[in-house]
């Protein structure tokens, strides 16, 4: 679980952290690890999207995801030549960006219809963008690890690797109207973890 961090803590610099350090750093959850990856890679993320015809709202959306792969594949132990994490994050952003405009031209984007689960950001902008400032990264990461097994998996499926909902009702063999309120609450309590731990820092 990440702890709450002080507005004033900053990530060490570039050259103060070896490969190992980001490794361990990744496999602790370490916020400074994270706000340190964020602030050195996001502009390289950026840039090759913009320049394969992504939008602002893509670009956001994209560094989220590309460091969320790049977290799981430590943990589950695919990314092991530690000198070469520039090339492999590219590499990252390059397969997935690419499998996302593939699934763009194959179906419609899929949105849940209905307003009523449509969740309001009163306290923060949306999940994407607020996964980008640092206070919200170290708060949205321990309200992950808050949640719930079946609902992390979902958020994760739906939010991050770009799911069908009728797929990961198939998945995890859930009644598709049921998992559509699943998913509400899940989101739900995410936010409502997620506005406590920034309440705690204040």
């Not at 590309?66 to 030549?81: H, K, T």
């Not at 000198?83 to 960006?97: A, D, R, V």
Request: charged letters at 30%.
């Amino acid at each position: 679980m990440l702890g709450n961090i002080p507005m004033k803590a900053k990530a060490k610099p570039l050259m103060e952290y070896t490969p190992q350090e980001i490794l361990t750093g990744l496999l602790e959850k370490k916020p400074a690890v994270f706000r340190y990856l964020y602030r050195a890679y996001s502009p390289m993320i950026a840039g090759y999207i913009r320049k394969n015809s992504g939008t602002e709202e893509d670009v956001v959306e994209m560094i989220q995801i590309v460091m969320m792969e790049l977290w799981i594949a430590v943990r589950d132990g695919r990314y092991l030549e530690e000198g070469k994490l520039g090339q492999y994050i590219y590499q990252l952003t390059s397969n997935t960006w690419r499998d996302e405009l593939r699934k763009r031209r194959t179906r419609p984007q899929e949105m849940l219809p209905d307003a009523a689960l449509q969740i309001e950001d009163e306290g923060i902008e949306n999940l994407a963008s607020a996964i980008v400032k640092d206070r919200y990264l170290n708060a949205i990461h321990e309200g992950m690890s808050q949640l719930g097994e079946v609902c992390r998996d979902i958020i994760q499926m739906y939010h991050l690797q770009k799911i069908r909902l009728q797929e990961i009702a198939e998945r995890m063999q859930y009644d598709y109207d049921n998992l559509r309120k699943r998913i509400f609450d899940c989101r739900k309590k995410l936010k409502q973890l997620t506005e406590g731990i920034l309440a705690k820092g204040r």
